[in-house]
């Protein structure tokens, strides 16, 4: 499927980090974005995203840096079609677990086997400008069939969700 022309011209304006911080501080609205910057924000390249996934690669990878510690990548996709992807949550967890393979290869040796190594938070946002409601699962917890069942011992997460068409 050839990129959507809406694609590329939301990945351009988001390309801008004073428009990708703008909209995380108006949609996502955590207390842990009031003090972040544009000067804090770095656009990451793309190149661990798994080939068997070229037609749907996330667009946006941005590095938030607080102080002089790294501790926060925020990714986000830009899945802008005209109706709702029910592989969403799958599709995530697998761009989340590149990203962090990425994250893991890039750090010294010495430090990611420190007791007290930690990999930075890696947060999903899905930018969604569909007509139909979205109405994908949005918790990881749901793509399971009887994952209730198993309680916390599954691997579990809840992407943000952007819907263009039901904001003013």
Not at 46 to 51: G, V, Y
Not at 73 to 96: A, C, G, N
Not at 128 to 152: H, L, S
Request: overall charge neutral; some cysteine; charged content about 30%.
């Amino acid at each position: 499927m050839p990129e959507n022309i809406h694609d590329k011209g939301y990945k351009r304006i988001l390309s801008q980090k004073a428009m990708f911080l703008q909209l995380l501080k108006r949609f996502l609205n955590n207390s842990w974005l009031e003090s972040v910057e544009e000067r804090d924000l770095e656009l990451i390249n793309k190149e661990f995203i798994p080939t068997d996934y070229q037609e749907k690669e996330a667009d946006l990878v941005y590095k938030i840096s607080r102080g002089d510690k790294e501790c926060y990548y925020v990714y986000v996709l830009l899945e802008l079609q005209s109706k709702v992807d029910y592989t969403m949550p799958f599709r995530l967890l697998v761009y989340m677990v590149e990203l962090m393979k990425h994250i893991f290869a890039n750090t010294p040796k010495k430090e990611r086997e420190r007791k007290d190594f930690r990999m930075p938070p890696v947060l999903p946002i899905v930018l969604y400008n569909g007509k139909r409601p979205w109405t994908a699962v949005r918790e990881f917890r749901n793509y399971y069939r009887d994952g209730q069942i198993f309680g916390e011992r599954l691997i579990d997460f809840v992407y943000s969700l952007i819907d263009i068409n039901a904001q003013d």
